[in-house]
């Protein structure tokens, strides 16, 4: 880290401020186009288009960071374009235009967090390990706008979300213009060929077992509060059952750096992911008992938290040197792009076919493939990790 203090604050408010739109967006913005008259399988669709962007975008805006020098720009354009484009939502509510509004808009959207990411760390330098205590900022924001949205609508209606998302994204634009540059840290390892590094049997094995996983998620963010409004819960409810899965998340997080070496990636993974499959039997299984819901919301601190800090962990592991970005971005792109899209598509084409119910069962049994594809994947790393000790 640079020989300049750290500016904690304005690094913080921008991860408050990108996870308050969150926030609005993935509890209450499939209610809110059911309540616009859009059907199960349109509702599906416009929810893959908010992920599928992140299958390119994040590979687009990396390349033109890294060849421009300035994250920090893109982070800007990015979420200037986000907040103006977003606000296509008020001019109409037709299925096409809708979906070109959520197209422009998560792709500029979609382009900031890795950037921004990036730009944190190198804020950081030496002192990395202090991330979480930035990165917390961001489960903050979500936590505050789940349970402030959800009480307003209660009051005026869903059709003030719009708006309440566009003052979060008003707030993500000026916390970008007050964050600042890092310098850029020179990579001193080589690497292989990354084509290379991504077809090893472990490496594929492992990024298959994450896009199984996030696509078991779909009908997660795309209809959670959709079936919850079905068994008679308020928004206001829907918003605390969505808060807390973040605030164990935000236990969890605080918790990995002792978990990880004690340990292992391979049985923290394989844990999280049959937790995952718990999880989605209980929603499908007891909706109406709140209890029940209480509990399962509370393993998204396995589904999430311990899957996404292992997943981080391995990815530095599998793609170094100047291939560590490129890494992340194919992460990021196969699994919380490709994987939630096509998890969120595949539910809004069975959700009215089959029910909400035998919905979530089949999310368990896409986390099982994950967890079979995880026993072998990551056991062919944990014997390859052990031979080069």
């Known amino acids: 880290m640079s020989g300049m203090p750290l500016p904690y604050w304005r690094l913080s408010a921008f991860y408050l401020c990108f996870f308050a739109?969150?926030?609005?967006?993935?509890?209450?913005?499939?209610?809110?186009?059911k309540a616009q008259g859009f059907s199960a399988l349109e509702i599906g669709l416009l929810?893959?288009?908010?992920?599928?962007?992140?299958?390119?975008?994040?590979?687009?805006?990396?390349?033109?960071?890294?060849?421009?020098?300035?994250?920090?720009?893109?982070?800007?354009?990015?979420?200037?374009?986000?907040?103006?484009?977003?606000a296509g939502v008020l001019v109409s509510n037709q299925f096409w235009?809708?979906?070109?509004?959520?197209?422009?808009?998560?792709?500029?959207?979609?382009?900031?967090?890795?950037?921004?990411?990036?730009?944190?760390?190198?804020?950081?330098?030496?002192?990395?390990?202090?991330?979480?205590?930035?990165?917390?900022?961001?489960?903050?924001?979500?936590?505050?706008?789940?349970?402030?949205?959800?009480?307003?609508?209660?009051v005026y209606g869903v059709d003030l979300l719009p708006w309440l998302i566009l003052l979060a994204f008003a707030g993500l634009f000026v916390s970008a213009q007050l964050s600042p540059e890092a310098g850029q840290q020179r990579q001193t390892r080589s690497a292989e060929p990354i084509l290379r590094v991504l077809f090893r049997p472990e490496v594929a094995g492992f990024l298959l077992a994450c896009f199984l996983l996030q696509a078991s998620h779909g009908p997660y963010y795309a209809f959670f509060s959709i079936y919850l409004e079905s068994h008679g819960y308020r928004s206001s409810m829907i918003g605390v059952l969505w808060a807390v899965g973040v605030v164990?998340?935000?236990?969890?997080?605080?918790?990995?750096?002792?978990?990880?070496?004690?340990?292992?990636?391979?049985?923290?993974?394989?844990?999280?992911?049959?937790?995952?499959?718990?999880?989605?039997?209980?929603?499908?299984?007891?909706?109406?008992?709140?209890?029940?819901?209480?509990?399962?919301?509370?393993?998204?601190?396995?589904?999430?938290?311990?899957?996404?800090?292992?997943?981080?962990h391995l990815v530095n592991r599998f793609f170094v040197g100047r291939n560590q970005g490129r890494g992340q971005a194919l992460y990021s792109s196969i699994t919380f792009g490709a994987g939630v899209a096509v998890g969120s598509l595949g539910a809004g084409l069975l959700w009215d076919q089959v029910g909400g119910s035998m919905t979530f069962y089949l999310a368990a049994m896409t986390a099982l493939l994950s967890l079979f594809c995880a026993h072998f994947a990551l056991r062919r790393n944990e014997t390859k990790a052990s031979a080069s000790v």
């Open 21 to 33: 739109v969150l926030g609005g967006l993935a509890p209450y913005w499939g209610p809110y186009l």
């Open 97 to 154: 235009w809708l979906a070109l509004v959520m197209t422009v808009f998560s792709f500029f959207w979609n382009a900031a967090l890795p950037q921004f990411e990036a730009n944190t760390m190198n804020h950081l330098g030496s002192a990395a390990h202090t991330y979480g205590r930035i990165r917390l900022w961001g489960s903050v924001g979500f936590i505050i706008a789940v349970l402030a949205f959800g009480e307003l609508i209660d």
């Open 248 to 312: 164990a998340e935000i236990g969890l997080f605080l918790l990995m750096h002792r978990l990880l070496p004690r340990f292992g990636p391979r049985l923290l993974f394989l844990l999280a992911v049959q937790f995952t499959v718990l999880r989605w039997v209980l929603i499908g299984a007891v909706p109406d008992s709140l209890p029940v819901l209480l509990g399962a919301q509370a393993l998204h601190a396995a589904s999430f938290g311990v899957y996404h800090a292992v997943g981080i």
């Open 47 to 86: 929810i893959a288009i908010l992920h599928g962007t992140k299958i390119i975008a994040p590979n687009i805006w990396g390349w033109i960071a890294d060849r421009s020098g300035h994250r920090m720009w893109v982070v800007r354009l990015g979420s200037l374009v986000a907040l103006m484009s977003f």
